[in-house]
């Protein structure tokens, strides 16, 4: 299970349980953060301009 939330403008990925996690988007803005969901499993990323 993920619980995810943003406009919290910091990052964060916190295990909650063994099959739970936490994750706190972040601001786009500042840190250029978002997730990505396969279908199975949530990234969190950072954005480059490379």
Do not use: M, P
Request: aromatic share 22%.
């Amino acid at each position: 299970d993920y619980f995810i939330f943003g406009h919290r403008h910091i990052v964060l990925e916190y295990k909650l349980t063994e099959s739970s996690t936490f994750i706190n988007l972040g601001d786009w803005v500042r840190y250029n953060s978002y997730a990505v969901f396969d279908g199975k499993n949530l990234e969190l990323k950072y954005f480059t301009a490379e």
